[in-house]
């Protein structure tokens, strides 16, 4: 590893391999960034910097590389970029974020997003990019960050399970969320046809089958099949 490259943990975590670049992608990231010049290594197809990044760094990423789309989030600093979803995912993430939409937000209970950045904390910045999310009315109005990513916690996070996400990746995303003051994540698991349920100082919960998923604390009255969530 190159000089600089050793001074701090700078490789993506292992459990952090959704989308792995190449030589090609690497030779057109920019060098410098908002926060100062910056250098990279691929190993093995992961990308690692020399140095911390930060939130405005990401304004000076591209979103499209030579082998296609990508979106970054930042790991306490650490760049990991993320695959665009493919057409499982997609079906069942448009498919919570249709009935928080208009069972829970247009019954005035709050404000649905989906594939919103969200800020969890700062100095090492830790931004994520949910599948789906929930504010409710009592976090509102919604507050940004000068690039346009969400400062406000939501109540509800979503994150629909990838084939290529590692339990111990979405273990990870789990806890920082709870940490940062998340209430409830729904983890859906399109393979098993499950959502796991998380909170704060409990045992995580699993629906499946005919259950119907609920969540009073936060969308009170609402209510949604396993069925409807998981159709294709």
Same mark, same amino acid.
């Given at each position: 590893?190159?000089?600089?490259?050793?001074?701090?943990?700078?490789? !993506?975590?292992?459990?952090?391999?959704?989308?792995?670049? !190449?030589?090609?992608?690497?030779?057109?990231?920019?060098?410098?960034?908002?926060?100062?010049?910056?250098?990279?290594?691929?190993?093995?197809?992961?990308?690692? !910097?020399?140095?911390?990044?930060?939130?405005?760094?990401?304004?000076?990423?591209?979103?499209?590389?030579?082998?296609?789309?990508?979106?970054?989030?930042?790991? &306490?600093?650490?760049?990991?970029?993320?695959? =665009?979803?493919?057409?499982?995912?997609?079906?069942?993430?448009?498919?919570?974020?249709?009935?928080?939409?208009?069972?829970?937000?247009?019954?005035?209970?709050?404000?649905?997003?989906?594939?919103?950045?969200?800020?969890?904390?700062?100095?090492?910045?830790?931004?994520?990019?949910?599948?789906?999310?929930?504010?409710? &009315?009592?976090?509102?109005?919604?507050?940004?960050?000068?690039?346009?990513?969400?400062?406000?916690? =939501?109540?509800?996070?979503?994150?629909?399970?990838?084939?290529?996400?590692?339990?111990?990746?979405?273990?990870?995303?789990?806890?920082?969320?709870?940490?940062?003051?998340?209430?409830?994540?729904?983890?859906?698991?399109?393979?098993?046809?499950?959502? !796991?349920?998380?909170?704060?100082?409990?045992?995580?919960?699993?629906?499946?089958?005919?259950?119907?998923?609920?969540?009073?604390?936060?969308?009170?009255?609402?209510?949604?099949?396993?069925?409807?969530?998981?159709?294709?």
């Amino acid at each position: 590893m190159a000089a600089g490259f050793s001074e701090f943990d700078a490789w !993506t975590p292992a459990a952090y391999v959704p989308r792995l670049l !190449t030589v090609v992608d690497f030779a057109i990231l920019p060098d410098e960034l908002p926060s100062g010049p910056v250098r990279y290594e691929l190993d093995n197809g992961r990308l690692v !910097t020399d140095r911390l990044l930060t939130i405005e760094d990401l304004e000076g990423l591209p979103d499209d590389l030579p082998t296609g789309p990508v979106k970054f989030e930042l790991d &306490n600093g650490r760049l990991v970029p993320m695959s =665009p979803p493919v057409d499982e995912h997609g079906a069942v993430q448009s498919n919570i974020a249709a009935e928080l939409k208009f069972n829970a937000e247009r019954s005035g209970m709050g404000r649905a997003r989906t594939e919103t950045s969200v800020v969890l904390w700062r100095d090492p910045d830790r931004m994520i990019i949910p599948d789906v999310l929930f504010v409710a &009315n009592r976090s509102l109005p919604i507050r940004c960050t000068r690039e346009g990513y969400l400062a406000t916690i =939501p109540e509800l996070v979503v994150e629909v399970r990838s084939r290529n996400d590692s339990a111990s990746m979405i273990s990870a995303k789990v806890a920082d969320y709870l940490k940062a003051g998340v209430q409830v994540v729904w983890v859906a698991d399109p393979a098993t046809k499950t959502v !796991t349920v998380h909170r704060p100082g409990r045992d995580a919960e699993v629906f499946h089958d005919n259950d119907v998923l609920v969540c009073e604390d936060v969308l009170p009255g609402f209510r949604m099949t396993l069925a409807s969530a998981f159709a294709s």
